[in-house]
């Protein structure tokens, strides 16, 4: 069974950090890209970062640039976000995602993976 599992979502305040973790079970996660996403209520889906297969090549979207980081540990088939100075934009639910590709997609398409985890609650409160 192919499965990943978020962890490390919570109740943080204005510039406040949390890490969240992706554990990846049941396939050969360290040869897939993986991606996180983001939806707050009301709105759509959108990609927060990605981090090819072997770690080498990261991507962000603009708005979390110089505030979140993305890393890996294949050998535990572990992927991390790491968010920094969060601000309530930021709230919403988390979900990480494999692509059966080593490379990260150019546009954050959620039709470009193909396994999904079921989020963790991200809330940034004032």
């Known amino acids: 069974q192919l499965r990943l599992v978020e962890s490390g979502g919570g109740l943080v305040q204005p510039g406040e950090s949390l890490r969240l973790s992706c554990a990846a079970s049941?396939?050969?996660?360290?040869?897939?890209?993986i991606g996180w996403f983001r939806q707050a209520p009301g709105k759509e889906r959108e990609g927060v970062s990605c981090?090819?297969?072997?770690?080498?090549?990261?991507k962000y979207t603009d708005s979390v640039k110089g505030r979140f980081t993305i890393s890996r540990d294949n050998a535990n088939y572990m992927v991390y976000l790491q968010m920094d100075n969060l601000q309530p934009e930021d709230t919403a639910v988390y979900r990480c995602?494999?692509?059966?590709?080593?490379?990260?997609?150019?546009?954050?398409?959620?039709?470009?993976?193909?396994?999904w985890g079921q989020g963790t609650q991200v809330t940034v409160f004032a």
């Open positions: 981090i090819s297969s072997s770690g080498s090549a990261v």
């Open positions: 995602a494999a692509r059966r590709n080593a490379d990260c997609d150019l546009y954050f398409r959620e039709s470009n993976y193909d396994i």
């Open positions: 049941g396939f050969a996660s360290r040869y897939d890209a």
